[in-house]
Structure formats: structure tokens, C-alpha cells
């Protein structure tokens, strides 16, 4: 049902209207003609599908076509409009060199970086380390792939993002860092909940809405927390988990640890003006806070040049120095952060562009196909995907054999039938909990003014 009130709540029902239906990024010409304002705003009527559809009728008239109207996108153009066209694509660093102590160094693809030396781009690995992350990202992919399965099945309700090819970017950063460190990031946080302490099964519980789940059922797909390792949370306010990282750091600073927050964004949350208000106060302050944004190219269905100006994310803190990274290198991803860590601890905040790319659309209910063709997704897939890298490397370079990655195969496999059976059995949480973990204790509140606060 829709909810109507006025002529200016119709009007604005219309320009949505024509923007969701109209060419991604464009808004098509239309002429409003409010209805009578004889309805007033304190008088709402519902109104059907149905019944709005032909309320619309009356109410949107489509302008004379226009020579400038665009039309809407065909395949080539969806082509000539891709964001990770070949040119930017990075090539894959497969081949490995054989060190004495039976290590192996590899080289990676160039960083870019904004008012800062980059690091050199070759790194050290060992293959316990390589079969580690082979394992790690492939437990997260089968994870949102049991998700995907659950939530058709209509087992999870509600939004459900996911973080398929994705995988490095937090598997590298986490690599890098300690439980020590904090993170926060937004709503595609089911893989960085996993690599702070949950598990499949708490995870798949948490999403079907069981007691059992990392929040105790309360919480979802957007909303995961550990307090033990200061995971401080999914969020599902586009960009407003950024401050609070700030905030994180600034806790850092003022009680005199060596810790850094890492603060995760995607690119459509860049343009946030909050963000901005974060950059400016960590780099006054010289807070330990490395400001991630994972750009996988796409803000919901909008590609990354249609909706910011400027698409070099990592120059985006302006005064805060940053680098860029590709996303879906899981050694580069690493690299990057422990010297965004060292950086962070001794200057103040970094700012690190993860250049990766989601598989699935923006949520569930995007098919991820409209705004992109599939062989986009496709090439991506073949040529970039973040586990098949680590898998080239360790079989191209005689690291591992065939035998040895199918044994953790069949292990996550196992792994996951058995947290989704864990997940259906277990039970909702009771009536009870709906009065548990509600703050009911006065506290002290810090004012603007010290005069100004609060105290109970």
C-alpha cells in the first residue's frame, strides 16, 4: 500500500517514480499536475497498487518527448559505461620467487598514493599463510552463499547484503591488525563479524533471527557486534559508522594506547558530509584512525562516475594522506594496511581506497544485472576473484597441491551444512528479551559547555 496525504507527497511519489524507472543516474522530464489540494495532510488515504496506479494516471503527465531525453541503456552502452573497464583493471601477480627460508616473495600491482610515499609493491608469504587465507575467504564466500539460499528460502527476513568478491579486503586489513584494534563498518558486515570472533553458526542464526545469533536474534544482517574483540558493528546508516570510528580513535589517544580504529565505508556513502566532518576532526587531532572505503564500483545501482565527481577516493581526505589499493589482492590488501597501521600510530589518520567488486547486487531484492551486463560480472570473476588468486598462487608456484585445497573444501562444506542445521534448529528468542540489553541507568553527559552536562 501507499500512503497518500497531499499533492506534494503525490509529486514527490511521481519524480521517484519516473527515477527508478527511468536510466540509472538520470532523472526523466516529467510535468506534475497536483490533484486538487481539497485533501488535506491530516487526512491520509491508502491507497492499492491498483488504486495508485490509476490515481498516477490523473496526477503525471510525461512531457513532450524531448531530443536530449535519454533513453534507457542498451547493452553496449552499459559496456562503454563500465567502471572497471580493461584499461583500469590490474593484471594478477601470480608467480611467486622461492626464498632460502621457504618463504616466497611475490610482487603486487602498484599503489597510488596522495601526499605520501607508497609502499614497495612486493610482499613475503609462506604457504601456511596463503592456505590461511585460501581458507578463510572461502569460508566467507560459502557463507553468504548459504545466506543467498536461506533468505530465498524465506528463512531470513528483512535486508540481506552480501559480500562475495569482497573477501580480501577485510581478510587482508584483519592480517594486518589485532582484536586490539578497533573496527566499525556498515551493513555488508557479516564476513568482518566473522573474522572478530563469530562464527558460521552464529552468524547464519543471527540471520534467521535465532537466540543463538552473534546479537542474540535482535540484531540481523546489519547489526553484528563483539564487545570482546572490539568489533563495535555492523550499521545501517550509510556512512554514519564513520564518526563513531573517529570517536573510537579518539578514545585511543586520550586513554594513550597504541591502537588504531579501522572505520569501513563504501563508495556510496563517500559523498556523506559527515564523512568530511570525520576527516577534519581526526586530522586536527591526529587521531589513529584508518578510514577505509571499499569502492566495489557501484553505490546500490548508481556507477561510481555518475554519482561522485571526483572518483579517486584515497585523495578524497584532501589534508589526510592516503593510498590506493587493489581490493582484491589479499597480499596487497595486507601490505597496505600494516603500513597504514605504523602510519596511523606515529601521524594520524590514512585513508585507504580498496578497489574490489561485489557479485551480487547492492541487496537481495537488486538483481545486480540492470545497471551492469553480465559478462561484467563475469570477466571480473575470471580474471580478478580474490580466492582464485590465492589458489593460482599456491598451485602455479608448486606452494600447495589439488589434494590439499580440496580437503578444505570439503571441510567448509561440511562446515556449512552443519551451521545452517544448527542455525533451523535453534529457537527465537523469548518475549523476555525484549526488555534485556536496554540502557535504563542514568550517565553522565558531556556537554558543549563543561556547565552543560549532564550528571544524574
Not at 44 to 52: E, K, L, M, P
Not at 185 to 191: I, M, V
Not at 277 to 287: G, T, V
Not at 290 to 315: F, L, Q
Request: hydrophobic residues 35%; proline residues 5%; aromatic residues 10%.
Amino acid at each position: 500500500h501507499f500512503f497518500w496525504c497531499d499533492e506534494r507527497t503525490m509529486a514527490l511519489r511521481a519524480v521517484y517514480r519516473a527515477r527508478t524507472t527511468s536510466r540509472v543516474g538520470a532523472f526523466r522530464p516529467l510535468a506534475v499536475t497536483p490533484l486538487a489540494s481539497t485533501y488535506s495532510p491530516f487526512a491520509c488515504t491508502a491507497f492499492s497498487t491498483q488504486q495508485w496506479s490509476s490515481v498516477r494516471h490523473y496526477a503525471v503527465k510525461e512531457a513532450p518527448k524531448d531530443k536530449d531525453q535519454p533513453a534507457p541503456p542498451t547493452k553496449e552502452e552499459l559496456k562503454k559505461d563500465d567502471p572497471i573497464g580493461e584499461a583500469d583493471a590490474p593484471s594478477p601477480q601470480i608467480k611467486g620467487e622461492k626464498q632460502n627460508d621457504g618463504t616466497w616473495k611475490f610482487s603486487l600491482n602498484e599503489f597510488s598514493a596522495h601526499k605520501l610515499d607508497a609502499p614497495e609493491a612486493t610482499t613475503i608469504s609462506s604457504k601456511e599463510e596463503l592456505l590461511h587465507f585460501y581458507e578463510v575467504m572461502s569460508r566467507i564466500r560459502r557463507m553468504e552463499t548459504e545466506a543467498d539460499k536461506l533468505y530465498k528460502a524465506k528463512q531470513i527476513k528483512g535486508f540481506l547484503h552480501l559480500y562475495s568478491g569482497q573477501e580480501a579486503v577485510v581478510m587482508g586489513l584483519e592480517s594486518a591488525v589485532t582484536h586490539e584494534d578497533g573496527m566499525i563498518t556498515a551493513y555488508r558486515d557479516h564476513g568482518h563479524a566473522l573474522l572478530r570472533g563469530a562464527s558460521v553458526k552464529s552468524v547464519l542464526a543471527e540471520l534467521t533471527g535465532r537466540a543463538t545469533g552473534v546479537s542474540k536474534g535482535k540484531g540481523g544482517s546489519m547489526h553484528m557486534y563483539n564487545a570482546e574483540t572490539n568489533y563495535f558493528g555492523g550499521n545501517g546508516i550509510v556512512g554514519a559508522q564513520v564518526p563513531v570510528g573517529a570517536g573510537v580513535g579518539l578514545a585511543y589517544k586520550v586513554l594513550g594506547q597504541k591502537r588504531v580504529a579501522l572505520a569501513y565505508y563504501g563508495d556510496g556513502a563517500a559523498n556523506q558530509g559527515q564523512i568530511f566532518e570525520a576527516f577534519n576532526m581526526s586530522k586536527l587531532w591526529k587521531l589513529p584512525v584508518i578510514y577505509i572505503c571499499e569502492n566495489n564500483k557501484y553505490g546500490m545501482g548508481t556507477a561510481v562516475h555518475r554519482a561522485s565527481a571526483n572518483v579517486d577516493y584515497y585523495k578524497r581526505g584532501d589534508y589526510i594522506p592516503g593510498l590506493k589499493v587493489d581490493g582484491m589482492d589479499v597480499l596487497a590488501v595486507k601490505k597496505a594496511g600494516e603500513f597504514a597501521k605504523a602510519f596511523a600510530l606515529k601521524n594520524g589518520p590514512i585513508v585507504l581506497e580498496m578497489e574490489t567488486y561485489r557479485y551480487s547486487g547492492h541487496s537481495m531484492s537488486d538483481p545486480g544485472v540492470t545497471y551492469r551486463t553480465r559478462e561484467e560480472v563475469q570477466d571480473v570473476r575470471a580474471h580478478r576473484d580474490p580466492i582464485e588468486r590465492v589458489k593460482a598462487r599456491l598451485l602455479n608456484n608448486k606452494i600447495a597441491t589439488k589434494e590439499e585445497l580440496k580437503q578444505i573444501d570439503d571441510k567448509l562444506k561440511a562446515e556449512m551444512e552443519e551451521a545452517v542445521k544448527f542455525a533451523m534448529d535453534s529457537e527465537f528468542p523469548k518475549a523476555k528479551e525484549l526488555y534485556v540489553d536496554i540502557l535504563d541507568k542514568p550517565i553522565p553527559v558531556r556537554g558543549v559547555e563543561l556547565s552543560e552536562s549532564y550528571q544524574p
